[in-house]
Structure formats: C-alpha cells, structure tokens
C-alpha cells in the first residue's frame, strides 16, 4: 500500500518500519479476481457483505468462497471472544493488556509504538482475529473526556505519528486495524448523537490531522466512523469526511467501518463511502433497505459495487496473509509489557532529588495505597482485557527489593469511594517510622469509562487527603499516580516527587518499581497538559454537549494552545518529564535563513547528557508563525525525537521542516496555507521549556485567485495596493469628492463607517454612481486576479 509523508519533521533517527512480516499473495485480492468475484455476486450477496455477521465477524458468501473475517477490540490488548458471535465481556481470551494509549504517548517514542503494535498484532494473528479495533487518535480536547486513556494526545501532530507507527507495527504482521474513532468524536455524554460543532479550519488543523497522517503514512486498513455528528451529519454518512476527505484527499485504500450500532440511514451511508455496517444485527433490518434503494433506483448499483469492491480486497487479502499458526508469546510480551510501562513512566516533580531510592538513604520504605495489592492498570469499556498476567506492586519490590530494603504496607484507602480516616492514620504512621513513603494513589476504574465523561478531575478525596497526612509526616513522600488522564494536585507543593505512571498495563508495577528504584531513568513526558483547575481548560463552558451540540469554542486553541495563548500557566505543561540525568541543549542551525514553501528546512540541533547516568530525552521542536493574517497558537509541535545518551555522550539531532509545517488550514481557499513572513523555530525539553531557537523567513510561490464576494467589505478591497485601482475606476466621481478639490480619487479618506461596510451597499452610498451589476463584475474582476499569501 502507498505511504506518503506530509509532515517531513517526524524524528529522522527513529527505526525503519518493521518489515513485511509475510510474503504477501497479491493474486488472491488481484482487481481480476475482484471484479470476477463481483459479476458473480447477486444484489442480495453484496448487500450482505456490507453488514457483518454477528458481533465480530463479516458475512461470508460461501456459494463464491468469499471468507468471513474477524474483527476485535483493542486498542491496547485483544479483546477476543470465545466466539465471533459472542461479545466477550469477562469471558475474552487471556491476551497481554499493555500500556493504554494515555501511557504509550507519553513514551514519545515511534519506534517502540511499532514494536508494540507488532506485539499486538502476533497476538491476534494467533488467536485468529485479522484486524484490531484501534488506534484511537482522537484528541484530548478536554481532560473530562472518558475515553482519554484510549487516545494518544491533545496534539494531532504527535497523535497521528504515533497512530501510524502503532498501524505499521500491526499491519506488518499481516492484521489489519481501525483507525477511530473518525472524527471529532471527543466525548461520551451523547456520544451517540451529539453534533460536534466545529469550523472548518479548527477540523481539519486538529481533529482530522491525527488520521490524516495516519491514513496518508501507514493506509490502515480500515477507518472506523463515529458516532456522533459532526457539522451536522453523522460520521458513517458524510461524503465529505469519508469520500471526499479520506479516500480522495488522503488516498485511503482500505474500507470504512461503522462504529458499533453506529449508523442511521445506511442507504445514505453506503452512497457516503461507508462499507461495513457493524455488528450484524442491524444488517437484518438494514439490508433490505438497502436492496429496496437499488431496485427503486434511489440508490445507484454503481455506488454499491464501489464498496463491496473496496470490502473484497480487505478480506481476501486478510485471509490470504492469515498465519493462525503464530505464538501469543505471553511470556515474552508480559516482559516487554514491562518495558513498555518504564519508558511511558513521567517524572513530573523530583525534588531533592529524593529518587531514585537510594540504599544509603531511605533503608525503610513505607508501601502505601490498595493500588499496591489491587493495581489499577486499565480503562472501563470495550478496551477492557483479560490480562495473561497481572503484577502487584507490593510483591514486585518484595521479590525483587526486599532483601535490600525494609518494606512495609498500609492500605491507605479502600476501593470503595470513602474516606476511611483509620487507613489514613495507620498509613501516616507508618510513613512516620519510614525513610521514605511512597504513596501509589490515582483514579479508580469506575472513574474513568467508556460511555461515561468524568465530572471533575479531582482524585478521590480519600487519595487527597492521605497525601496530604502522609507528606505531614514524611518529608520524603513520593506520589505514584495511576490514572488515565490529567488529574488535579492540590498538594503539589508538599510533596517532592510525583511519579505519573499512567494505566501501565499488566506488568506496569513492576515498571514503576523500575523508575523508583533507578534501574530504569525516567523518560516520559506529558502528551496532554495537566491543568492546575477544570476552569483552566480550553473546553471549560462548552463541555459536554448541550441539547445534543457540542460548541468547539476554542477553536484551535486546544491543551497547550491555549494555555500558551491565554498565558494560564499549567500544573505540568505538555511535553514536560523529568530524567535521573540532565540534558544540554546548544548549536542550533537553520539550513537557510530564507526558504520558499517549496523547500525543506534541515534543523540542527546538539544534545548532550551532562548528568551522572545514562538517560532518554524527548528533543521537542515548535514552529511559530511570527506574522500571521489568522489567528495562530503561539507554537505548534511539528517534531520530536526521542534519543538515548550516554553521561557526557552527545549528538546532533536532525529535523526537517517543509511547507505543511508552516500552514494553517484556510478556510478561504479551502487548503492548507504557508504565509510568507517570518517564523521562529523553537527546540526544547517542553513546550515551556525551550531552549534554543532560530528564526526562518519563508516566501510562498503560490497565486491564489482572490475570493471576495458582494458581502466582502469595501475596507479589505481599499487596503490592497493590487484592487484599490480597480476600486478607483469602478468608482472615481464619489472617491473624487471625498479626496476634495483638486486631488485625486485615490486619495480619499474614506471614515470607518463607509469602509466596514460590504460592496453590495455602494449603489447606495455613491447615489447610483455604481449599479449592482457593475459591483458583481468588479468582484468577478477581482477574483479573476492572483496574489501571493
Ligand atoms: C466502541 C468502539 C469499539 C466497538 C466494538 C464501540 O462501542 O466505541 O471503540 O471498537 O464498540 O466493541
């Protein structure tokens, strides 16, 4: 399948894709044995290949031996069912239940989403499934959003790159994915119906970039739509989302599917570009609408036979390039489940520093918080797996420290949503006779689900408060937290060390254990802003949806936009985490201070480790737009590079920027735009934390026609030195008596009143000089020319 970059910047030290794990059989899915397939299906055959079967299988059409393929939950683990026709809620298979997707961005790191993609997808070779429900890259837009923990970011830049190296690490075990949920599908509350308000530009700059990039760098092979609406219509019937924008913008070459139970008309959905209509039991319904619209006419056989072609390549390619004979590799992947965990771990606050837990100071350790015996480590909904395994981290450090250490446990708190003051006292006390306490805290299950937005995003009070009596009387009181997404530190500045070990997945204890105790350095950083109050947040007054519309009010002014453009200051900004050891940045270099849109921009930057240990740091690279003609966040994250250094080790770290990096989406012209002017190249270790930059100053190459129309305002016409001729010719006797005796048209004072106003009203205001006619033609006129942006 075809792969092409938009975005050049993606880190270029990173690993090449993993290869192609299979030799694939192109003949069994050739366009001959496609089209065969096809003149010998019946109306009736194709309408039910465009429904499943059951809960995760397509129908099959043995007659032709067209096969069925399996489908299942993701996006962190297989979810598999016993059967195809059973749903698989506690009875799934056991599979390895890695990091969530909250957890795999904070590793920043596109290389290992690759490999845990491949580890994904030899699972579900294994267990017969041919394609994963995930990755889910929509956006963080809120952290109420209850299905954070299943997205990667609120940055579509680093969400769609780490979408698409998650797909190719699937994919290259011969199974496919979904790519979902598309698209600006950003909470649960009326989920199924809400309709995502949100302009053009804001779309396509946030909310589509994540699969755009996806699609364009990695060709999943499905798309799964959403639920909700979106402008108006519903995801699995738009033209515009799904043909329009993924098959002809993007050149999406795999089938769209529904969501489950997610579609309404699916004659509607069918002419859109929507394939598979999912699970089966709707199709008993729905499928004889869909023979009725063919034979009536309302729906073109043509626009069937697209979709049932498109449906026919994925599954007899997935079939041919099945191997049910592979190993889960349970055991393997337990331990890399582990790595995987310790790379996500972020440092958010070290101070002292007190970690990593050091044998000469803190011999005593207090273990505390029922998370320790009872770990969190997933989200709530149809993610949920069955782990193969499931460490604790108390028998972690007991097995694995407990010769070295004194290592005590209190409870600290219950599951139960309580605040129980005997557990907090009893676990006070024992941090009082410890060297060192740590305090594993977070948010329950329940708090975080698919189906469901968190009201607040306080920890439960219990957490809080015994924080707040350990820290009393433990100075060195490290908080571990486990939670899907941001959360609320009212003790922040009583603690030194908070650890955000995220939902780590089944062997995440161990890697908390990792980072504490040195073994691992800490190199995660945040994917998503962490806010100091709900109020901070950018969709604060319009979350969730009220009578069904959800206002995207912020525009593109999402996490770190708008906390950098409203000056708020975060609790933890995006892109912040801490390491053991200490990076040096310096010797930034442009390949060129000017560059046209047409060029690509080499950005050099060296990296040194001047700490003690050997450690990870995420190279972060930020584009400002110093000029602009729209509104424009201060920075935007156009690349990163995760680089490992020895202590005193150093090395240049290359990126490449080109036109896209450089635009915004105009709604105007309907593209994407690099305005000429200047722009500032910023590098750092956060998106608050920069430390070199640089500045560039682009000229565009393009000619735009201009796109006025009898609404623009006389103001923007009068303003530009290539019209304001035109305007004087169209209208020199009224110019002429505002400039006064003597002077030329041209040289009118034109008062604010008369300038804001739009052409159509200057029949009136020259007193007929003008007809509206001769105001159409000199809008066309306008149009006709071009200028450079
Ligand atoms: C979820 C999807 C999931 C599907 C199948 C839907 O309710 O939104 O993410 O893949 O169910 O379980």
């Not at 079967?53 to 067209?66: C, G, K, M, N, V």
């Not at 803190?362 to 505390?368: E, F, G, L, P, W």
């Not at 439960?460 to 937290?481: F, G, M, Y």
């Not at 950098?564 to 933890?572: A, C, T």
Request: proline share 5%.
């Amino acid at each position: 399948m075809k792969k092409t970059t938009i975005y050049k910047a993606a880190a270029l030290l990173s690993v090449a894709a993993a290869g192609t794990a299979h030799s694939d059989s192109e003949q069994a899915w050739s366009d001959e044995k496609i089209s065969s397939l096809l003149s010998e299906m019946t109306l009736e055959e194709k309408v039910l290949l465009t429904s499943g079967r059951d809960a995760w299988s397509t129908q099959p059409i043995e007659r032709l031996e067209i096969p069925y393929i399996w489908v299942a939950d993701g996006p962190h683990g297989l979810r598999r069912a016993p059967s195809t026709d059973t749903w698989g809620y506690g009875d799934q298979l056991p599979a390895t239940c890695f990091p969530t997707a909250s957890a795999l961005s904070a590793t920043w790191d596109v290389a290992l989403l690759r490999e845990v993609g491949a580890a994904l997808g030899t699972e579900a070779a294994a267990l017969g499934v041919n394609v994963l429900l995930g990755p889910g890259v929509n956006i963080k837009r809120s952290p109420l959003g209850g299905r954070n923990f299943e997205y990667f970011s609120e940055d579509p830049f680093l969400a769609g790159k780490l979408g698409a190296a998650y797909i190719d690490g699937v994919q290259a075990q011969g199974v496919g994915t979904s790519l979902k949920h598309y698209v600006a599908n950003n909470l649960e509350t009326e989920r199924m119906w809400a309709n995502s308000d949100v302009d053009d530009r804001t779309l396509n700059e946030i909310y589509m970039t994540p699969f755009e990039i996806a699609v364009r760098e990695a060709q999943p092979w499905t798309v799964m739509a959403c639920y909700n609406r979106v402008q108006g219509e519903y995801g699995t019937q738009s033209m515009h989302m799904l043909t329009q924008k993924l098959k002809e913008d993007w050149g999406f070459e795999g089938i769209v599917v529904s969501d489950w139970d997610a579609v309404i008309d699916r004659v509607e959905g069918i002419r859109a570009g929507m394939h598979l209509e999912m699970p089966g039991k709707p199709g008993r319904v729905t499928n004889r609408m869909v023979i009725d619209a063919v034979k009536n006419g309302d729906l073109d056989e043509a626009d069937l036979d697209r979709v049932v072609r498109d449906i026919l390549k994925v599954v007899l390619r997935a079939k041919a390039v099945e191997d049910t004979s592979r190993d889960q590799n349970l055991d393997e992947h337990h331990a890399f489940a582990r790595q995987v965990a310790a790379q996500a771990v972020t440092l958010l606050k070290n101070d002292g520093p007190v970690l990593p837990i050091a044998q000469d100071k803190h011999r005593k350790i207090a273990v505390i918080g029922e998370f320790a015996v009872n770990p969190r480590y997933q989200g709530n909904g149809s993610s949920e797996v069955k782990p193969s395994r499931l460490d604790k981290f108390i028998d972690i450090v007991g097995a694995e420290y407990g010769d070295e250490f004194e290592i005590n446990f209190a409870q600290g708190y219950s599951l139960a949503d309580d605040t129980d003051f005997s557990l907090i006292d009893a676990a006070a006390s024992l941090a009082a006779e410890s060297d060192v306490a740590l305090v594993l805290a977070g948010l329950p299950l329940q708090y975080e689900s698919e189906g469901i937005d968190r009201l607040h995003i306080d920890l439960p009070p219990a957490h809080n408060r015994l924080i707040e009596a350990v820290s009393e009387k433990q100075p060195n009181t490290v908080v571990v937290l486990t939670n899907g997404s941001a959360v609320a530190m009212p003790w922040v500045d009583r603690v030194p060390a908070i650890v955000e070990a995220w939902l780590g997945g089944q062997a995440g204890a161990g890697a908390v254990a990792d980072v504490v105790f040195g073994k691992v350095n800490p190199s995660g950083k945040l994917a998503e802003t962490f806010p100091v109050r709900l109020e901070d947040t950018p969709a604060f007054l319009n979350f969730p949806a009220e009578d069904g519309e959800v206002l995207y009010g912020e525009r593109v002014f999402v996490g770190y936009r708008w906390y950098d453009k409203r000056g708020i200051e975060p609790l933890f900004p995006f892109g912040h985490g801490l390491s053991y050891a200490r990076f040096a940045y310096s010797d930034m270099e442009l390949s060129s201070e000017v560059i046209s849109d047409t060029d690509t921009l080499a950005v050099s930057v060296k990296l040194s480790n001047s700490g003690k240990v050997e450690g990870k740091e995420v190279v972060q690279l930020y584009v400002r737009d110093v000029e602009a003609t729209v509104r424009r966040p201060e920075k935007e994250l156009r690349g990163f590079a995760k680089i490992a250094l020895a202590p005193g080790e150093s090395r240049e770290v290359r990126f490449e920027l080109s036109e896209r990096d450089f635009s915004y989406y105009s709604t105007r012209h309907g593209q994407w735009l690099a305005e000429s002017g200047e722009f500032d190249i910023l590098i750092g270790a956060s998106s608050r934390d920069i430390r070199q930059e640089n500045r560039v100053k682009l000229q565009s190459t393009k000619k735009l026609n201009y796109r006025f129309s009898e609404y623009s305002f006389f103001r923007e016409l009068w303003s530009n030195p290539q019209l304001k001729p035109l305007l004087v010719e169209l209208m020199p006797a009224w110019l002429g008596s505002l400039a006064g005796e003597g002077r030329p048209p041209e040289e009118a004072v034109i008062e604010p009143f008369l300038q804001d106003q739009p052409m159509i009203k200057f029949p009136y205001f020259t007193a007929g000089e003008v007809s509206a006619e001769q105001i159409s033609g000199f809008i066309a006129r306008c149009n006709e020319m071009t200028y450079t942006p």
